[in-house]
């Protein structure tokens, strides 16, 4: 006799939440950070599934019995966080991105800081334009909608019924196609506003060639960029707003094609 009323089945569902909630949270881009400790992640991840099992929960009869099914699985359940972390990361590496490519326009080249998220070394405008728009994420309730996805597929995707097909593989090349031309409108104004400067230095310099354009032009450009990034900020508020309403319908989407 079972004094302690444990149920395997209901252990089982628990089972199953907690390693969807686990893979996606720690495939999400804010969460997969190595500023985060294991620990921390771990302990969000039970705390979440705690949260959110009565209400959404898999039947523990999904769980497969034999080891092989139990590691398709999780294979399953780790490409599905994988896709979904990466409709967030190809966003952010977008910015990032032009935030290089900007720093590489001001002479920020050897200036570099260490990235949160990967822990390599980024310039300061990247990193700058990571924690911008991180903010105006958060601010917007853009990590919402993370949950709301994860909460989503447990309608929309059983465990171990992912299904790969070339619709999901073209539409995910399609969002990291998307990533390159962000970057590119995120950094062109301040290109176009650095290469005004360049022309106009070179004007100067043929005009008068004893001036030391190489020792005036570096704070003059690092000016001008910091001037127009500023001024940026303002429109890539708007532009993450887009962006975040986005986000429901491309979570839908890849999901949907992913069953």
């Not at 966003?91 to 998220?117: H, K, N, R, S, Y």
């Not at 309608?155 to 299904?163: A, F, K, V």
Request: glycine share 10%; aromatic share 12%.
């Amino acid at each position: 006799m079972d004094i302690f009323g444990f149920d395997m089945a209901v252990f089982a569902g628990f089972l199953l939440t907690l390693i969807r909630v686990s893979f996606v949270v720690f495939m999400m881009p804010f969460y997969s950070g190595e500023y985060i400790p294991v620990q921390v992640k771990v302990a969000f991840c039970l705390v979440l599934t705690m949260a959110i099992w009565p209400h959404l929960s898999f039947p523990g009869e999904l769980l497969p019995r034999h080891p092989f099914g139990i590691m398709t699985l999780l294979l399953g359940e780790a490409v599905l966080g994988l896709m979904l972390g990466l409709c967030v990361f190809f966003i952010f590496t977008g910015i990032q991105t032009g935030g290089e490519i900007m720093g590489f326009q001001m002479g920020f080249t050897m200036v570099t800081l260490a990235d949160p998220m990967s822990g390599s070394q980024v310039s300061i405008t990247s990193h700058l334009m990571y924690m911008v728009t991180f903010l105006i994420f958060l601010a917007l309730d853009g990590h919402l909608h993370l949950l709301r996805a994860l909460a989503d597929s447990f309608t929309l995707i059983p465990p171990g019924g992912l299904r790969i097909s070339g619709p999901l593989t073209g539409n995910i090349l399609e969002l990291s196609a998307g990533m390159f031309s962000l970057a590119v409108k995120i950094a062109a104004p301040v290109i176009a506003a650095l290469f005004m400067v360049e022309l106009t230095l070179a004007l100067m310099g043929r005009a008068a060639p004893q001036m030391n354009l190489l020792t005036m032009g570096f704070p003059i450009k690092i000016a001008v960029g910091f001037f127009f990034i500023g001024i940026l900020f303002s429109t890539l508020a708007l532009r993450m707003e887009d962006i975040i309403i986005e986000l429901k319908p491309m979570f839908d989407r890849i999901m949907m094609l992913a069953r």
